[in-house]
């Protein structure tokens, strides 16, 4: 029967392969033969117990692919890095605490990741979460009208973190909106790497109008051109439980209602909901039912319950919040990853995390 300190060695060898395999800069910067590498789901595995480990031994952090303790100088390896997304993601919350500026931060994440087309192979032409919205020419776009206010809410979030690409910062921040508005808890992964030039923006066009000639049809030409289904088009509808639509940016809403008139925030716009900082199912129970006037109904909303195939999601969600919880977070999470580029090529989770032990 081989040794306990053979088996724990064989471990150790392991975790230090894995390693390997998980760290972009391992061939650049080489992990000490006496560390140990663990992920947070293994600790407690017996073959990390302290009883085998000598007691001398500190923790230190992996940041981007790079080992503080190296003295040996390494690339940046990750598009982000995942104590600054963390720490972005704090600051965040406490934006949305003071500007209630959680509407136009999910639709900024949507609106750089709606750009993508599935047809089309090659990154950046493909279009996606790849923050090309932060240029000019991508934010005069007419159905960006406005998310220039989100992007100047943002700039000193990014300007503190600079190693948080604008990609993710727009993600992070869209799905923290939704998260914090009261709405799930979206499994999101970061990564996304950033285009560089203002060239490199899609055209203008690939994102969807609120009122075509024909609602259903321009939906599907649309969202299927994105590789998304009618399932995730209604899912993903029913975000306009938050927000406004102000006649001044988008040509629809009343320039007020009872809802909107004294804010929170900028008062003014038309909403979808009465509570329109609260993400819940309601503005599928609103389109519905239709009694109230100082409430905002679209083409593109009115359909979801003109649609036979639109209406059988439509009427679940109006009766089943978590039902389109569920389905609303999974439908988020594929929207963010649209046309993105990941460096590492396999995403972070939000969660994702290495610690290095070294023994001395």
């Not at 053979?6 to 390693?19: C, D, I, K, N, Y």
């Not at 001398?56 to 104590?83: H, M, N, Q």
């Not at 509570?275 to 609103?286: A, M």
Request: proline content about 7%; charged content about 25%.
């Amino acid at each position: 029967m081989a040794s306990l300190s053979a088996v724990t060695t064989t471990a150790a060898a392991r975790l230090l392969t894995s390693a390997n395999r998980l760290l972009p800069c391992a061939t650049s910067t080489r992990l000490p033969h006496r560390s140990v590498l663990s992920l947070n789901s293994l600790r407690s595995s017996p073959f990390l117990s302290h009883t085998f480990l000598p007691k001398k031994s500190y923790l230190r952090t992996i940041s981007c692919g790079r080992i503080g303790y190296s003295t040996v100088s390494s690339p940046k390896c990750f598009a982000t890095d995942p104590e600054q997304l963390k720490s972005a993601r704090e600051d965040i919350k406490e934006l949305l605490k003071t500007k209630f500026s959680h509407p136009i931060l999910v639709r900024l994440g949507w609106h750089d990741a709606g750009t993508y087309n599935k047809n089309i192979e090659e990154w950046p032409q493909r279009g996606g979460a790849n923050g090309s919205l932060r240029f000019e020419i991508e934010l005069k776009h007419g159905a960006n009208a406005g998310l220039v206010n989100a992007l100047k809410l943002l700039q000193p979030i990014k300007d503190k973190y600079s190693s948080v690409t604008y990609a993710d910062l727009f993600q992070l921040a869209s799905a923290t909106a939704i998260e914090e508005a009261g709405g799930p808890k979206i499994p999101m992964k970061y990564g996304r790497v950033d285009v560089s030039v203002p060239e490199q923006c899609p055209e203008e066009g690939r994102l969807p109008d609120a009122g075509p000639p024909s609602p259903a049809s321009h939906l599907r030409d649309v969202f299927y051109r994105m590789g998304l289904n009618d399932k995730e088009i209604v899912a993903l509808s029913g975000a306009h439980t938050l927000g406004r639509s102000r006649p001044d940016r988008s040509g629809w809403g009343k320039p007020e209602t009872k809802y909107t008139k004294d804010g929170p925030g900028a008062p003014g716009g038309q909403s979808w909901t009465a509570q329109w900082l609260k993400f819940d199912n309601s503005y599928f129970k609103d389109i519905k039912e239709r009694r109230d006037e100082d409430l905002l109904v679209l083409p593109t909303d009115a359909v979801l319950f003109e649609d036979p195939k639109f209406k059988e999601y439509a009427e679940k969600y109006a009766d089943d919040q978590d039902a389109f919880f569920k389905d609303y977070a999974e439908a988020h999470a594929k929207l963010s990853n649209l046309g993105a580029k990941f460096d590492p090529p396999e995403p972070l989770k939000s969660n994702f995390f290495f610690i290095i032990k070294i023994i001395l």
